[in-house]
């Protein structure tokens, strides 16, 4: 019987990003299991993480239960628990509370912040992965505006009230206009000895623009959108220092109590573990089809993956690429397992580029679709639109429209809350 | 000239909660100051901290900044700072960042959690009285629900689905029914080894009926309602021992992974050093005026204070009584202020009772208004309106109901988010 094929394998992912959360959402072969293995217990709704780092929206609406959202695919198994290393011969993976046998691996660990051989900068300098990360930084600068205000010291006031975004890609642009709308407009009334509005951000690339995967006329016009916010925009300078009183470019020193580092992204620490060649990133350099060299039965798919597509283009870190990755393995992996002569050899993988986007503040953005440019307002609610759509759950839309509606005409943020004081 | 009279005064208000900031908000009297300190930046809607523990309502949506809620009162300074101590003598309030010098001085720190003489009980069994206690909770119950999906043991299964709740008062009974239904409803098709609706949820009450400040008929028609959802309802049981594993109540021991603390309340410790006649639970036995004996013009309210009012009731310690009698002290100090013949004698303070209420679960709740009694739907919706009349803010009023719909039709619960795992 030929269906027998396919009962009892067993498919584990492991991480449940865009990647691995779009693997079991398509694939849809009967009888295979599908284990999915995440240290976290929600999938994050990661292009929106700026927004809950800068107090405008609140954890849950950017995140959701990876149960609650696979708890009607009766073959896929949610474990929360973390990966500790592999035996691509023995087809395992070490976790900390078992060991998982597979028939085919599906590897999704995504990224992590990566300092360029700093990593002593993390301490003064947090990047934005995870939710943790952005409680983290809404927290030290809502602090250093409570503390600015019972200062005395004018020197120390501009100091706690200097905020440098490290990295002109579009999280920190992104940042660095959520920032100057927070101290310019939305904190503007509500300190008595400091006037948050002359708070100064700054944002610092090291190559010669913003935006750099952009044209160049989005990216100057990004820069003028930033510009208009109060946003000094700093290209081909680089960052030599950072320690707990200000960071160093080069010659010049800036006294900042807040920065925040969204530069670099590596894959997952974990990808050097597999015994695989690995690009400079800790990326593992995939097959066509998007499995590791000599491991037909393994792939990896979005930021631990790197690879030229059957087109020549290099496929971005963006979550679009990694579910079309998600989508092409899942259909790979259910023509194997469909058995018999159904089985058509391996196709190799082709990203289609939806467009690119980044928004700088209220009605500020900029955006590519196809060949068309958009600015400025149009760009901006094209933004809002694509996001809605592509975040997950209904609610979670509806509130934070809710929440964009009250912010943009009441100019308030909901979630400037500072937790876990101690 | 009778202006004069209130110019420079400083009025020092002790904490944000419901007394200190329905104080800034009543307070009226043209000239003077108010300074208005908390070691948090967010007023937090108390009645409602159950429902982030519970992972029905995010905490932006329960709390609203301090600054925010005052940023139109132009006499009121808001302060992030912690009080080390008092010189009443001097009539001066220590900060950690600086020394406060005041006319009037009105403490309104707030309750702690009590743990009747065994503080080493609060690390197995957190009390609820911050956002920081919520998403403990929250991020603990969810966790054991994750490893009991990992475990292979059957009577460590039992131990991780069993959820003790000690303390039978509205806290403790809206806990339990929140729990119940987490268990039995919102996370039943999430799981594939373990069965969430078989979790065992408790809640203990050393006195012989739980809501023991409701009438008797009233108490049952809770315990009957909680039953309804499962939960087994120990009344007239004392905790004896609380650890890691379990709980000991007298001679029958429960073995519960998780161990909730609803029992006790005490006065912040801070009224130790204020040098005056405190209670059991640490709080200030106030003159009829409010005010602190031996010193006319400094004021205790809230769960600070306590004490019978000129009608002969205990004013409870719950946070209606704590906003009028924030309102008691802010005329008050206006008519002294308000300087010349006008001034008359000190009021004593008359507690108005505007009725009680507890909820239990979906569409079920006990309540009194008067002398009339509502149980089930009927109590259910009163209390879903009081406490959203109640909720500071339009923008959370809103996005609570969302959230509440969704949660009521959909039986899904959107913050299920596991936050600060490191």
């Known amino acids: 019987m030929e269906a027998n094929v396919t009962a009892g394998k067993e498919i584990v992912v492991l991480g449940a990003g865009f990647g691995g959360l779009t693997f079991c959402q398509k694939f849809a072969s009967a009888g295979a299991h599908v284990t999915l293995i995440d240290r976290q217990n929600h999938h994050l709704f990661q292009p929106l993480l700026y927004q809950v780092a800068t107090a405008g929206l609140s954890p849950a609406e950017i995140a959701q239960p990876v149960r609650s959202i696979l708890s009607d695919k009766e073959n896929v198994t949610v ?3 973390e990966v500790l290393g592999f035996d691509l011969a023995k087809k395992e993976v070490a976790l900390s509370h078992k060991t998982m046998r597979y028939d085919y691996l599906v590897i999704a660990l995504g990224g992590v912040t990566s300092y360029f051989g700093h990593p002593e900068w993390e301490k003064f300098a947090p990047g934005l992965k995870s939710i943790d990360d ?8 809502l602090l250093a505006f409570e503390h600015a205000e019972l200062e005395t010291d004018p020197e120390r006031v501009k100091q706690l009230l200097t905020i440098v975004v ?3 890609g579009p999280t920190g642009v992104e940042l660095a206009g959520a920032f100057a709308e927070l101290a310019r407009h939305v904190l503007r009334s509500d300190f008595r000895h400091i006037d948050p509005s002359k708070a100064r951000v700054v944002l610092v690339e090291a190559g010669p623009r913003i935006l750099g995967h952009l044209p160049e006329d989005l990216s100057a016009s990004a820069q003028r959108q930033l510009e208009d916010l109060g946003v000094e925009v700093r290209t081909s300078t680089r960052v030599t220092d950072i320690h707990a009183e200000g960071i160093q470019l080069g010659v010049e020193y800036i006294a900042a109590a807040n920065k925040i580092w969204a530069a670099g992204v590596g894959a997952s620490p974990l990808t050097a573990k597999l015994g695989v060649p690995l690009d400079r990133a800790g990326r593992i350099q995939v ?5 590791v060299p000599g491991h037909a039965e393994v792939f990896a798919v979005g930021d631990v993956a790197t690879i030229i597509d059957a087109n020549g283009r290099v496929v971005p870190g963006v979550s679009p690429a990694a579910m079309q990755m998600a989508g092409h393995v899942a259909r790979e992996i259910e023509n194997e397992l469909g058995g018999g002569e159904g089985i058509r050899a391996r196709s190799p993988f082709v ?3 939806k467009g690119t986007m980044a928004t700088i503040g209220r009605s500020a953005a900029v955006a590519m679709i196809g060949p068309v440019k958009f600015s400025g307002f149009m760009a901006w609610l094209s933004w809002l639109f694509v996001h809605l759509i592509f975040l997950i759950g209904f609610k979670n839309k509806f509130t934070v429209i809710v929440q964009w509606a009250y912010s943009y005409f009441a100019y308030k943020r909901g979630a400037r809350l500072i937790t876990g004081l101690r």
Chains 1, 2 share one sequence.
């Open 79 to 81: 474990l929360l628990d």
């Open 134 to 141: 952005a409680l983290r930084i809404r927290r030290e600068i």
């Open 166 to 168: 490290v990295g002109g």
């Open 287 to 291: 097959q066509p089809d998007l499995s």
């Open 351 to 353: 990203y289609w580029d």
